[in-house]
């Protein structure tokens, strides 16, 4: 498994099919996403576990999947980050 970084833009005309999309994944789908739309930013963000990113795109409602962007992520630690500057 590794994580994945979702970003799931839309507009304020498809807000509402886009939420009902996420809802129709399921409750526990809808409530890995953050939204920006109570702001006016019409978008939604999560960080998810997945064996690969088309499997983390699957979390993406059909009606905006076309927008979304997923990109694995990692942390990084501070030996990592020690390790890099002696390179």
């Given at each position: 498994m590794a994580k994945y970084m979702i970003e799931s833009p839309h507009t304020k005309a498809e807000c509402?099919?886009?939420?009902?999309?996420t809802l129709a994944k399921?409750?526990?789908?809808?409530?890995?996403?953050?939204f920006g739309c109570m702001?006016?930013?019409?978008?939604?963000w999560a960080i998810?576990?997945?064996?690969?990113?088309?499997s983390a795109k699957a979390l993406v409602?059909?009606?905006?999947?076309?927008?979304a962007r997923v990109v694995r992520v990692d942390e990084i630690t501070p030996d990592q980050i020690r390790a890099f500057h002696q390179r």
């Open positions: 509402l099919a886009a939420l009902d999309g399921g409750p526990d789908v809808l409530a890995k996403f953050e702001t006016g930013n019409h978008c939604a998810v576990e997945a064996p690969n990113e088309a409602p059909s009606e905006v999947v076309s927008k």
